[in-house]
């Protein structure tokens, strides 16, 4: 079955400082991998997504990730985060052979001044 | 654009009481989806609606949970009778095709609380 660890509950980091959230995945198929925010208070939205193509893949407000196949991961990373990137992030998988999106368990970045 | 719309946005219920959720998706949407989002973790599909057909209701604990999408548009989710462990936030999302590759757009959820 298809699964997503997020490797860490919370990372803390002070501001204008480099983040990297990690993500693992498990499918024997070909995945598409999604990375969502969720402020408080609100909905998921989405960050940036890989479906085929370059393996690095850039989102908005500044994120980026890296799809390795190899290592089954899709790691999130900020050259420098901002007080307003304190939020919930969701590292999630999907495949036509399960036809629905799979999520992690989520990772806190809380953002210091 | 307007985006996904959910009410109520809070509802605090007593156990064994019933409540509904509504939602209305973004307008042109194919898919509807409604999900379970515990306390620290992340979100759980409990049914999938392509138009006004249930695609995928494989996590729907049925004996208690339903949800209809009427003429393809609006959808409501209702529990009855409600236990302590349905204390989460229902999140509805929509996307113009279906999963896996297309983008869900998701409303700001419903925080249900059972007392």
């Known amino acids: 079955a298809q699964s997503v660890t997020q490797l860490d509950s919370q990372v803390p980091v002070f501001e204008e400082a480099p983040v990297e959230l990690r993500c693992n995945y498990s499918?024997?198929?070909?995945?598409?991998l999604f990375w969502y925010v969720q402020y408080p208070n609100q909905g998921l939205q989405l960050l940036l997504k890989?479906?085929?193509?370059?393996?690095l893949v850039k989102g908005i407000n500044g994120f980026e990730a890296e799809f390795n196949k190899s290592q089954t991961s899709f790691h999130l990373r900020k050259p420098s985060v901002h007080i307003s990137d304190t939020a919930e992030y969701f590292c999630?998988?999907?495949?036509?052979?399960?036809?629905?999106?799979?999520f992690g368990t989520g990772t806190r970045l809380q953002v210091f001044p | 654009e307007a985006g996904v719309a959910q009410s109520p946005r809070y509802k605090i219920i007593e156990k064994r009481q019933s409540v509904a959720f509504w939602c209305n998706p973004i307008?042109?949407?194919?898919?509807l989806y409604w999900y379970q989002q515990i306390l620290g973790q992340g979100p759980k599909l409990l049914i999938q609606?392509?138009?006004?057909?249930?695609?995928?209701d494989s996590q729907l604990p049925k004996d208690r949970f339903s949800a209809e999408r009427l003429k393809g548009v609006d959808s409501t989710l209702k529990i009855q009778p409600a236990k302590l462990e349905d204390s989460a936030v229902y999140l509805c999302?929509?996307?113009?095709?279906?999963?896996?590759?297309?983008?869900?757009?998701f409303g700001p959820g419903t925080r249900l609380t059972v007392l």
């Open positions: 999302a929509s996307s113009p095709g279906g999963p896996p590759a297309d983008t869900q757009y």
């Open positions: 499918s024997s198929v070909s995945v598409y």
């Open positions: 890989y479906l085929s193509g370059s393996t």
């Open positions: 999630a998988a999907g495949s036509y052979n399960t036809d629905k999106l799979i």
């Open positions: 307008s042109g949407h194919a898919t």
């Open positions: 609606f392509q138009n006004n057909g249930v695609v995928d």
